[in-house]
């Protein structure tokens, strides 16, 4: 239904723009060098890899850590539906990190823009190291609550710089940002693995804890 109701873009069919000269056509191999070639890509990148690729990671391994953690005292069905929580945050979190930069881009421009990305940014290591040292089930819960939310509407911001960093080329951009994605979530996989899972969910926890500390130095990167 999207395909065949839907506008391409806010102004309209592309390929009609395009025969009306409103907009130019562009090669895809020239949107993909402007956005590889734009170091802002990969800052964005970096940052995204800090949000939605933590949102993964923890995806991955929340319904074990709250399984398995012995003071939480949790079976896999109750583990596995607390952890679900995380995700259940996307419904509204996303499009509120969005809004957001979009709000204070109303009054502070490009600059309120990075604002709303370095807090979001912060508001993820912060939550994740309190995350990270809750022993009881309902602290746990509470902070894994507000650490998705921070999460996700760092995925929002992020997206709300995304189409000034070369307006022309959004496509290329975006394919940058995105994949650091699931770039962010490897490096996290592989640094629970060699460094934190021989520890148990003890160390996984201590885990959480060094991801908010990594997340809190590359929130820097928005200067």
């Known amino acids: 239904s999207m395909f065949c109701m839907a506008d391409d873009s806010p102004q309209g069919d592309i390929q009609q723009l395009q025969r009306d000269g409103v907009i130019e056509k562009k090669a895809a191999t020239a949107s993909m ?20 690729g933590v949102e993964l990671h923890v995806t991955n391994i929340g319904g074990v850590y709250f399984t398995n953690r012995k003071s939480f005292e949790l079976g896999p069905i109750d ?35 990075l604002i709303a990305q370095w807090f979001m940014l912060m508001g993820v290591g912060v939550m994740l190291c309190v995350f990270g040292t809750r022993k009881s089930m309902h602290g746990a819960v509470a902070s894994l609550i507000f650490f998705s939310a921070f999460v996700q ?3 929002g911001s992020t997206f709300g710089i995304v189409p000034f960093v070369e307006p022309g080329f959004v496509g290329g951009v975006s394919a940058v940002v995105g994949a650091w994605g699931n770039i962010g979530a490897m490096f996290w996989g592989l640094l629970f693995l060699n460094v934190y899972a021989e520890d148990g969910m003890e160390g996984v926890a201590l885990g959480f804890q060094m991801m908010g500390y990594i997340i809190m130095c590359a929130a820097q990167t928005v200067f």
């Open 153 to 155: 509407s760092a995925e």
């Open 33 to 52: 060098r402007k956005g590889f070639l734009n170091y802002n890509s990969w800052v964005l990148g970096v940052q995204y890899g800090c949000c939605f």
């Open 79 to 113: 583990g596995g539906m607390i952890a679900s929580l995380f995700g259940y945050m996307n419904l509204v979190c996303r499009s509120f990190g969005g809004a957001t930069s979009d709000f204070l881009a109303v009054w502070m421009g490009m600059r309120g823009r």
